[in-house]
């Protein structure tokens, strides 16, 4: 069955990195449209970026120049390399396919 699974998150001070992953099964992530998407607390769910089959990209406004959407085909994996980190960046991280599945989160901390 399809399946999404994100790693990478964690607590870094503003300024730093991280690599976010979805690691994808049961469906083959370059035949669809993938997202990140993120969550605050108390706020909606919104999208962050998105990497379409042929391998366009399209970023928010709030991340443009600071976060890369990419996928490794062999892996059947998303990343998200997420640069220049601020505080308002904190939320859950989600992987999602097209307008369906969604993965079960990874945390994001930016924080000193």
């Known amino acids: 069955q399809v399946q999404l699974v994100e790693s990478g998150g964690g607590l870094v001070q503003p300024g730093g990195s991280l690599r976010l992953s979805c690691a994808a099964s049961?469906?083959?992530?370059?035949?669809?449209?993938m997202g990140w998407y993120r969550q605050a607390p108390g706020a909606q769910r919104v999208l962050v970026a998105v990497?379409?089959?042929?391998?366009?990209?399209n970023y928010a406004d709030s991340v443009k120049g600071r976060f890369i959407i990419s996928r490794d085909n062999a892996k059947n994996t998303i990343y998200l390399q997420m640069n220049s980190l601020k505080p308002e960046d904190t939320a859950v991280y989600y992987c999602?396919?097209?307008?369906?599945?969604w993965g079960s989160g990874t945390q994001v901390t930016v924080s000193s």
């Open positions: 990497i379409s089959s042929l391998g366009l990209t």
């Open positions: 999602r396919r097209g307008t369906s599945q």
């Open positions: 049961g469906f083959t992530v370059s035949s669809y449209a």
